[in-house]
C-alpha cells in the first residue's frame, strides 16, 4: 500500500472513531468559540471541528518530521508509528511549575 492511500486510511479511521458531538456539546457549554468562525460568537459547528480535525491530521501525516500540531483545543499527535487525535480542555506538564 502506498505511503498516500495508506496517510487517507488512518484519517478516515481516527475521524469514524472520534466522538465530534462531545467536543461540539462541550464547546458550546462552554460557550467556546474560534477566532475565524463562520458565525461570531457561536462555537464551530460539528462540520468546522470535523474539517479543523482532518487539516490537522493531515498536516502531521504529510511532514514525517512534525510529531505535534494543534489549534482550537484539538491536538494532532505522532508517538512512532501511532497517530492520535486528542480535544484537550486542560493540560499540565512539568514546564508548568
Not at 460557550?31 to 474539517?51: T, Y
Not at 501525516?61 to 510529531?67: E, F
Amino acid at each position: 500500500m502506498n505511503k498516500k492511500l495508506q496517510d487517507r486510511l488512518t484519517i478516515e479511521s481516527i475521524m469514524a472513531n472520534f466522538d465530534f458531538f462531545k467536543v461540539h456539546q462541550v464547546m458550546y457549554t462552554l460557550n467556546w468559540c474560534w477566532a475565524n468562525s463562520v458565525v461570531a460568537d457561536q462555537p464551530p459547528s460539528i462540520k468546522q471541528l470535523r474539517q479543523e480535525a482532518r487539516r490537522l491530521l493531515g498536516n502531521l501525516l504529510a511532514c514525517p518530521k512534525l510529531y505535534l500540531t494543534g489549534s482550537g483545543g484539538f491536538y494532532a499527535v505522532r508517538q512512532g508509528a501511532d497517530i492520535t487525535l486528542a480535544f484537550v480542555l486542560e493540560e499540565v506538564g512539568t514546564d508548568s511549575f
